[in-house]
């Protein structure tokens, strides 16, 4: 059987899965409707549901059974929904999507990174924080849309910028091994308090009004003085995470003015463009262009034949 | 007898200064030379002492009788020195730029605003942060240059905003004068650890690589855990401050999201460009322009002659 | 009985409102409608009117009674229409917004700021200008949408920056109160030949192809002559009107260059938002957001619990 | 003997020369200096006066006879001044850079496309300006530097920009001829009112604040009124002299909305750039670049050797 | 018979046109519908199919019988279809949009601005190109929409540059007119390679990836070798072609650094812009205005009543 | 002996040093003199002579023994010299910097990298293009500053981003490792069309028209259809080439449309400014900042004391 993302247009839907999102609307003709957006572990799909408005008997985290024909709306993929059931289930996990790698080995290799740091204080403070908020860094999403919008997706982006971090600090011997490892680990931590929550995620208030960066540079505060962080380290990784999107006009509040800085910058900013491209990649033939992606200045992508 | 600030082009300087500023160079003859910046109450002027390089002899703050011509070098003024000899006092606070209010005066007045707060958490942070630091808060420039980069240049530029927005809030009665009150007095408050000195402020560490804005914003979370302040109001005066230069571009890392804050940001904008205008037009006639000032957008003003 | 712009989604509209618009359209279907927009004094609302396209039976500024339902569409509210007939009424000015302040006091407040201008030849160019169109000076919107595009919102703004203009003249004493009132008074002058009328406005041909800013240039060159105002007091008023958009991509032809000029630019920006954040926040519940505003820089608005 | 501009560096300068300008300078020795711009028909050439500041012996428009070797100053020639002389002369004409044409031939020439002009009020309008400026226009310059800055400047360019529009208007039959006549004569009219005489201009007081653009429209508006011009004429004339420009951001009030207004644009663009490219490579060599030029966007030119 | 483009709203079609393109979609209401652009000689309408996805029957390049209602949808005209008829015909080259000069003449034409050419290895090189691709050179579109989106519509573009270019090397003699007719002959010429075919031209791969600027430039070098063109007569070819969009931010990999590099940019963008306001007043009434256009900047242009 | 770039303010340079470059001058006071820029391999220094002009006698790649005290002007050191003798030597390749690896190891690594290639006609292109200028290849500079821009710092440079693109390839699978490690080879290769020598390299005239992106897409049709290579392969290696600044503004013709397009620019972007930020930051105590450099958006860096 095949999942949600994985059905091509006029192939048919019959089978459970989660609602993620339900919205009230009215036609062009005046009837209410409502559209769902169905979700499992392979993918998302639209849906509409005429002349009912009934949001709270098809709410979000609801398990249905749903059957219906896939077909193209305006060059994106709609189901022509034909019937909907509501079960009696609560598993919400079994339809979401997650991280590619299983969230015990993100959180294992996560951590012997956080244990490779040299510097006693920076260790110190980037494992009381990671402890502090053991579950919620590694069930996170990094974002509500866009790339690593998953279950886990803060973690394995993490994961994946480590990796890089490493190989790059060996191929550039004046970085600061531990500032990079550090940086990474903690920047984009404050996502936790951003969003709502891992399964369906919303800006939260302090989200919205603060921001995951500023709420970030505001913890490292507190908890330093909680732990007595020596002040160089504290100001060092503040600088760390402000600076991580690179330029004012990006979101960053201060730009990167340090060797360290500016390569999280730019592999945080690499890491992110591949997980998008690639998913905008994954189904497209070779030969074929993908659709064209907001997130990647409103490109699309070739797939070469060689 | 005439301040530096008041000399014109071609009378004589013959009196008590205070060195501000000094710096080695090299003539394009090869022979060292001393670029000083000479300061009283009332401005100050650059000069040159030819072939010396002793920096430690003319250092800054220290006080010094200096003689010479004023002279206009493509367009600006400055000395011709023909004499300077180093004093043994140290009574610098006579020689700095103030504020056009006594220090006392605006003591008083900021703090009968910040007791017209309503609201009882906002008025305890206000008043607990004001407090810790009160000394500082009072004496403090708000920029090394532009606009209120003078003693008390801090508190002076908070009690003129304070002035506008009483005036504001009765003329929009929407607004919650609460925040905005709150808003103005803690918006540049970090400037005491971004600057270094009250006398010859420089950009500390934390200045440069986190920003007073920032700063601030830890600040809040960090004595706002202390003092178990309510999370909305805590919330909200982060916000304020961190959207108050207004957009993205002009260093703000959120922009305004309430109507105080788009509010704050505007009267700390129009504050401070009267402060410019007012400075570059202190001594143009009725009829002429001014010189063209770069923090305005280099443009000259003209002072019509009705 | 509530008005249009106080109904809630759910609730029905049965009563007397004036059509403001009238557009023809073809469904998706192929079918011919009519969208209106519906408008009493308290806002409007847009329905359609299927199956016909009759837009001079149903042309703008005919009183209907109209009955319906309010729905949400794509986060607008909609009238669902049930019935609909056309009345023979002409009485428009029952059903139009305007000003929250009656025309009469607008008019004496406003006349006796301008009895307060000192400068001879000023007061009497700008008496005479606002004599001569005194009716529709007093009517005239200030725009076909966002700020004060109501009944007499030309004026109403004129009298709100009037009185932040005082204000301001009191706390900045450098200023020339004559010239601030002077310009708030003939800034926006020219709407009333931008645009077309004071109930159903459009843009003029010499509103598009010219602009209110040039025209009332323009225009005070000709009264200038006739009046034999003085040179200087005319060259000023024209860079007051030129300027007062701040900057050339903000559609400004020269930017401020005397100080009213940069405090007119500064208080017709802040009276249009605080205008423009009102509207927005007005049936916005408290903790709760607004929607996005175009004009307002895409932002959406919060309004604090506090 | 070779002129001014046309003398390469380490040629001697022996001869009868203007003083376009004189301003006072301090070097970096303290001492005053004078600098001057000696000009003559060809070009213009900078000079130093060492210790003096006698700013009123050697004014500008007086002319002299000057002697000195022409150097290089930081890639532009420079003279250095050996001997130098007041005459009692006056004849300032015969010193100054003209129109490659005589004046009197741009009259006639100017004159005959305006007789071409087929629409009555438009003819009117047009030549009722020329004749009551007639000496200013057809002697004042463009520009205070940059292109056309010379004497005749400004009708020798209409008339280049009338040729255009001529042979254009043949190519592009949907064109409206005497728009597009109507529209280059007057598209720079106020340039006699911004700025202050044809030998030495500067800006005037109304140049500054309105600027010739705004200045045009409002002849234009009380000349209107006067001869009872058609109001269609008069928008439309407004409408092209306002879009002039092009865009906003290159300071114009509104955009072209004609395509007559868009053709008038592009070929004072046209005029001007070659005008500027011919004089940045008049004693380029083929197979060498020409130094950079601030109106060209900073770009060097090339001259092929073919 | 009126041909497609000529119809207004509420006439009726009822005749033999071409399919242009054929899109697949749902409709709100779920159902499957085919959006068609139907094509004559004269302009193109769109048109939708309810209740049928067969894109292989009515596909692009076929001719049929259509009769329906020309609509207005939402500013547009759109044909309410109410019966289509396949036929069994290929003769599509009546059934489009083509120059307004026969091709014979385009031809005869543009071969003798190649044949006025003076320097040897300039011709050379474009009597060699041009013959290479005849056929293409003088039936390709220049662009798939906007400007010159027609049969022929490179080489009628072409044409109508060069009549500019030649007057204005009258006009202005430093320009080399050789260069001028060589760059306008061949800055678009790669557009054969970038679009796959005269009739519904869609971009080709090289298109896409490397786009006709780059692939002439190439062109170029691989011709030039073979036929032993000298270096600077190359070189500078290649620079006119690569400049001339102009700008950077305009596709431009290289600004303009020679004058006739400058002029070829300025006079396609005149031509450009006369074609397309052209095409969009050409129905408008004297004293209107006509709809807005995204690729004039967005703005609507007025048909003056003079 | 320390180097000229090992030389600290105050200290004295008494050694043999190449002249790279010299330049004519005359001083504010009208005496001429020379500026020299002196080199050995640890970098260059400023320094001027007074009273001369003789730049034959003084001209590049002149060995010379020179003598005098390093300075400080205006934050940029400067010799102040004492005495300089032409000697008769020419080992100028004694005195220039070169990348940190002798140039045979960067050879050996590179080739290996282009023997790793898989696909047959890119590998035969690649290897092709890079015999064929082999010396070149492996001496040539980068730049004429900024990064790279020393005695083989092209390939010192390609080999850092050969080590990259590898690691980069494991870590992503989806990347086609032949495509990047041919786009990375191959991606600056003209830079020995567009530079003149490895020497004192300077932009030749192809360089400036057509510059070194155009110049290698030109290069590979031309070298393609000598070897017939594939046309995917060539259209895409031409697309990386083209692509790989990134954006149309910061000169990239088209933007990168394949996922080994966008890594190339970002690795590339890394690599350069990992190699300025550590250039700049190399005589940087821990806890200090750096100067501000122009090619980092004018930013400064700091080195942190951990």
């Not at 989660?18 to 036609?27: H, L, N, R, V, Y």
């Not at 790059?168 to 011997?173: F, M, Q, R, S, T």
């Amino acid at each position: 059987m095949k999942g949600i993302g994985q059905l091509a247009v006029g192939e048919m839907l019959d089978q459970r899965v989660m609602i993620k999102q339900s919205m009230k609307g009215i036609a062009a003709n005046g009837k209410p409707y409502l559209t769902l957006i169905l979700a499992d572990k392979t993918g998302e799909i639209e849906t509409k549901m005429w002349d009912t408005s009934d949001v709270e008997k098809y709410a979000p985290k609801f398990i249905v059974h749903a059957a219906g024909e896939v077909m193209d709306y305006r060059g994106r993929t709609q189901l022509k929904l034909k019937q909907i059931t509501v079960l009696d289930e609560t598993n919400v996990e079994e339809y979401i999507q997650a991280a590619p790698l299983p969230r015990e080995q993100i959180e294992t290799e996560v951590l012997q990174y956080i244990e490779s740091i040299q510097q006693a204080d920076m260790k110190r403070i980037v494992k009381h924080l990671v402890t502090k908020n053991f579950n919620a860094y590694f069930t996170h999403p990094a974002a509500v849309k866009n790339h690593h919008a998953f279950y886990s997706g803060l973690s394995y982006h993490v994961l994946s910028m480590l990796k890089l971090a490493d190989q790059i600090a060996k191929l550039y011997p004046t970085l600061n091994r531990d500032l990079l490892v550090a940086g990474v680990v903690l920047h984009d931590y404050a996502k936790i308090k951003e969003l709502s929550d891992p399964v369906t995620p919303e800006y939260t208030l302090p989200g919205k009004l603060v921001g995951h960066i500023s709420l970030m540079v505001a913890e490292l505060e507190k908890v330093g003085a909680e732990l007595e962080i020596d002040a160089e380290v504290l100001t060092v990784l503040q600088h760390l995470v402000l600076s991580h999107h690179g330029r004012p006009e990006w979101g960053s509040a201060v730009a990167p003015q340090m060797r360290e800085a500016e390569v999280l910058f730019l592999i945080d900013n690499l890491d992110a463009r591949m997980t998008m491209m690639d998913r905008l990649l994954e189904y497209v033939e070779p030969g074929q262009f993908s659709e064209r992606s907001f997130a990647l200045d409103n490109r699309s992508f070739y797939r070469p034949k060689l």
